[in-house]
């Protein structure tokens, strides 16, 4: 038979607390990290709306050049209005990382860093950037513009 004392009162007490702590931590732990795999997908498929200063962006946020830049989980994305819908590119310039801006006047997505000019299709006309923006499909609904990377052909 062993000499230690048997557990009794406040130590009893504080074992099962310990316990029951190490249980709850677990059982949440578990649970986070079931929600952060699903979350994404209740979304749309990993889809989101685009985000701005004053939060989503709605197509009445479009500037009067017919543009605006958000953020996403995507990046910065450019959408430039044009009339057959929204057109939607990463904002950010292959070349050192500018952000890009639609001129109207040009009817090009411009870097004002080092001059790189781009397509609506995000190619790029001039340099010095060399790779292409990457475009994103975008949807108006009610409540923003929802943003998701376009199916690869
Ligand atoms: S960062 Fe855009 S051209 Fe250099």
Redesign the pocket.
Known sequence: MSDSPPLVGPTRRWVSALLSLGFISTISGFAGTILAYLWPAAGGGGSEFLVGSHGPLRAEDIDSDGSVVGRSRLGKILVVRRPDGLVGMQAT?T????T?AWNATSQLVE?P????RYNLHGEVLAG??REALGLVSLTIEEDGIRVRPPLEG
Do not use: D
């Open positions: 310039c070349h050192l990382g500018c890009v870097c860093c080092h001059g790189a010095p950037a």
